[in-house]
């Protein structure tokens, strides 16, 4: 079969197949009178043998050792061509991220793209400092990707970077939430507590609070916290009070308890939850595990409470059997407001 034909049906061009005879992939093993390249059935099943290889992303001096080399097994090659694609897939999705936050941003022109451009580089950039100032020096007038700065909080060690970038993101709008609600699922502990550090930042974007509040089930301790504070500020009538165990675990941890007592109390607006927040202070207050300095934390917090049934408990700590929760007990209820409705005229 001549080289038209063989290029014909192997779908392989007539150059590409002399670009295999040359380095001798696929030599024909005939040739005509006339001198031109005659393949025969195994020259052809050869072709094809070179051509599988090729999908698989080995290169011709590859396919040449493999096709030479009797005793050449393919497990190791095929392990690095694996790495390979998996590096492939990476710059390509890093590509089409850039893609779509160039797109997200509407650019009028071609300034507007390069502008984006040169935001992703230097977020990109090994030093802190620069990173920094990359975002900081953004005009306050021209918008920039909450896509870009979202994935950028999530992927920033430096706390400080971290913290222009969050304070980038919350004056970009409320776009970026989907990122960091990807984030918010991430395997990685640490792009979930960026995730919940950047949704504090933007209380009133829509769908932050359902992120903050499938985040109080989280495995890591420190995610559920900041959740809890975040949609405890934040939240609404309806999802505030799902915090109120974790901000109650954290006065009994000591683990940002003065934070979590105030949110508590910031709850504590509303009746029904206040009475569900000093219940819980004060089932803790009885546990047995519970130490001086648990119990103290416990007592302070019941100040942020207020209300009858918080100062209820406050005076019945006063005769508490640990003399510092009596005393701190004693003192506390001296100073918190008495807002029982005054008593009418008798008789």
């Given amino acids: 079969m001549l080289i038209g034909e063989v290029a014909r049906r192997s779908r392989v061009s007539a150059r590409m197949l002399r670009h295999y005879d040359a380095l001798g992939l696929v030599r024909p093993t005939g040739r005509t009178v006339g001198g031109y390249r005659e393949y025969s059935a195994a020259d052809i099943r050869r072709i094809f043998h070179v051509e599988s290889l090729r999908s698989l992303g080995l290169s011709l001096k590859q396919i040449g050792r493999a096709l030479k ?29 850039r893609l779509r936050a160039i797109d997200a941003s509407a650019p009028a022109g071609w300034q507007d793209v390069l502008r984006v451009v040169e935001l992703m580089r230097e977020l990109d950039s090994g030093g802190a400092a620069r990173r920094q100032q990359a975002v900081l ?62 949704l504090a930042g933007m209380p009133g974007a829509p769908g932050a609070t359902a992120v903050l509040a499938a985040a109080l089930g989280d495995a890591d301790t420190t995610v559920r ?12 009538a309806a999802t505030a009070p799902a915090a109120v165990p974790v901000l109650v675990d954290m006065v009994v941890e000591g683990a940002n308890d003065v934070d979590a007592a105030e949110v508590l109390g910031a709850l504590s607006g509303d009746p029904e939850c206040a009475h569900r927040i000093t219940t819980a202070l004060a089932e803790e207050l009885a546990a047995p ?31 508490d059997p640990d003399p510092a929760v009596a005393l701190v007990a004693t003192a506390l209820l001296g100073v918190l407001p008495d807002d029982t409705p005054p008593q009418g005229p008798r008789g």
């Fill in 69 to 97: 080399d009797p005793d050449f097994t393919p497990s190791a090659l095929v392990g690095d061509l694996i790495e390979w694609a998996e590096d492939r897939l990476a710059r390509e999705r890093e590509l089409l991220a």
């Fill in 137 to 198: 020096a953004q005009p306050a007038d021209v918008p920039v990707p909450a896509e870009v700065l979202a994935g950028a909080v999530l992927a920033e060690a430096d706390p400080y970077v971290a913290g222009a970038l969050r304070w980038a993101l919350a004056r970009a709008g409320d776009d970026g939430v989907a990122a960091l609600a990807a984030g918010a699922h991430d395997p990685d502990v640490d792009v979930r507590r960026r995730a919940m550090l950047a």
């Fill in 225 to 236: 916290r900041q959740a809890a504070l975040a949609l405890g500020r934040h939240g609404t």
């Fill in 289 to 319: 595990a519970a130490d001086s300095a648990t119990r103290i934390r416990l007592t302070q917090a019941l100040v942020e409470i207020g209300g009858a049934a918080a100062r209820e408990t406050l005076r019945g700590l006063t005769g």
